[in-house]
């Protein structure tokens, strides 16, 4: 049986999604944030992580953005294959866009062109990822990325024989190239496998990772990202890039087969604004 939903009730879930997203920090990350300030030793540290948690709650309370850079919009889309999107669905996830960042009154960072720089005035286009799955709901996840920290990224195409101390090491090496620049403390996704634009897709995906949608891993993939937050925190960044304990506030790693002669590993950093959420309509 196809069940059908119209392109209109997306629209309005993704302009509702935007909003919230943007002026209230996911549950997960706002635990991960309060653990972190119990756990830094620094007194500086502490008092930026206080000074972020009071951020959020005046973000919250006030209905403002929780960050000045309110991100390009970046949209994963789990259709079941028994659903039927009356309209055009691409169409209804920029018009939601559109909607959020004029109502939310969130600031537009979206250029058409990437070397003329024209900006497209709405925060358009969209960076959609499209799956198709069993059944007939439509799974909806919406995060805005700012680039102080997505310009930190990194991908490494390393060869096999590098194997799980050369994916270690690339890790590490982002992290410690990033530094400052990407607003610590940090969420790090991390994309192992796959081809060079699977394995950054991973790492985007990982970034979006929560207790609620944490998917089983390989017992290795699960150690290493206990030894990497470790590790990262015993860098010295610290928040704010100030010094002390806490530069990452998680890492989150996802994986996928690749070539026999490939291990391609991808590294894509968040701020503490680790903005995510998910709806299943």
């Known amino acids: 049986m196809i069940r059908e939903i119209e392109a209109s009730e997306i629209e309005k879930n993704i302009k509702e999604m935007f909003i919230e997203v943007n002026y209230d920090l996911s549950d997960d990350m706002k635990e991960a944030l309060s653990s972190a300030e119990k756990a830094e030793e620094s007194e500086n540290g502490k008092r930026i992580l206080s000074i972020l948690s009071e951020n959020l709650t005046i973000a919250k309370e006030e209905k403002i953005p929780i960050c000045q850079d309110t991100g390009m919009a970046v949209v994963f889309m789990e259709i079941g294959q028994d659903v039927h999107v009356n309209g055009d669905l691409n169409e209804a996830i920029n018009d939601g866009v559109k909607a959020a960042y004029e109502e939310g009154y969130l600031r537009k960072s979206v250029?058409?062109?990437?070397?003329?720089?024209e900006?497209?005035?709405?925060?358009?286009?969209?960076v959609i990822h499209y799956t198709i799955v069993p059944g007939d709901k439509i799974k909806i996840t919406a995060a805005p990325k700012g680039f102080g920290s997505e310009n930190m990224s990194?991908?490494?195409?390393?060869k096999p024989a590098e194997g799980i101390e050369g994916v270690k090491k690339s890790i590490l090496t982002a992290v410690a190239d990033?530094?400052?620049?990407?607003?610590?403390?940090?969420?790090v996704g991390v994309g192992i496998g796959g081809t060079f634009e699977k394995a950054a897709l991973l790492s985007k995906m990982a970034l979006a990772e929560s207790t609620e949608t944490k998917e089983k891993k390989p017992d290795w993939a699960e150690e290493l990202e206990k030894e990497m937050l470790s590790k990262i925190n015993d860098m010295g960044i610290g928040p704010g890039g100030l010094g002390g304990r806490i530069t990452a506030l998680k890492v989150n790693v996802k994986t996928y087969a690749?070539?026999?002669?490939?291990?391609?590993?991808?590294v894509n950093i968040c701020c503490h604004v680790n903005r995510h959420i998910t709806r299943e309509i």
Do not use: E, Q
């Open 111 to 117: 250029v058409s062109d990437p070397i003329l720089r």
């Open 119 to 126: 900006n497209t005035k709405d925060n358009t286009p969209a």
């Open 154 to 158: 990194r991908i490494f195409m390393l």
């Open 178 to 187: 990033a530094g400052p620049n990407a607003c610590p403390p940090m969420v």
């Open 258 to 266: 690749t070539h026999i002669a490939g291990l391609p590993v991808a």
